[in-house]
């Protein structure tokens, strides 16, 4: 298979392209030939039948070739990204290189006014002398008289974070 197209696609495409036509030629034919007059009615509910039933079973082929081609297009833009990582020198080096390397696990964005408002609301007893996001969404990292506490923001109200799980996490 080639990573361009799809042999597939190609051949469903064809398949409901030929169904589409067969399907209008033969409710023609069956709508217009003598042989069928002694049908009476049924005649033209048989030519509007095969008719229909050709081009829908054809539309119904043309999608499953545009679904097999868009697949097809996302597979080879994941290869693509995936040959863009691969990197020179031996695999176990590109592994390590590949690998998010989590030295400073602060990115130090700026934090929304409501992020802040709502932590300082949630230790208003004590003393916020920063706040600093992290690289995940919805955590930020307070501190508070020197001491760092991990705040998870994703809930309905600031839930602090026990050192372990901030750790394991890799925040802390």
């Known amino acids: 298979m080639n990573d361009k197209s799809n042999n597939i696609a190609q051949a469903l495409f064809i398949i409901g392209i030929l169904s589409i036509i067969g399907g209008v030629i033969s409710g023609l034919y ?10 009476g009615n049924f005649q033209g509910v048989l030519s509007w039948t095969v008719l229909l039933s050709g081009v829908v079973s054809g539309i119904v082929f043309l999608g499953f070739s545009e679904l097999i081609k ?5 597979y080879n833009l994941q290869k693509n990204k995936q040959n863009e990582m691969d990197l020179p020198g031996s695999k176990e080096e590109a592994t390590l290189l590949k690998e998010p390397v989590i030295h400073d ?6 934090v929304p006014d ?14 916020v002398d920063k706040i600093v996001a992290t690289r995940l969404e919805d955590y930020y990292i307070v501190t508070l008289k020197g001491k760092e506490v991990v705040i998870e923001m994703g809930g309905f109200k600031p839930t602090p974070l026990s050192d372990q799980k901030a750790r394991g996490l890799g925040l802390l």
């Not at 868009?70 to 996302?74: A, D, R, T």
């Not at 696990?105 to 700026?110: G, I, P, S």
């Open 30 to 39: 069956y709508g217009t030939s003598v042989e069928y007059y002694p049908l």
């Open 70 to 74: 868009l697949l097809q297009g996302i």
């Open 105 to 110: 696990t602060r990115d130090f964005r700026v």
């Open 114 to 127: 409501k992020v802040r408002r709502d932590i300082e609301g949630f230790y208003k007893n004590e003393q």
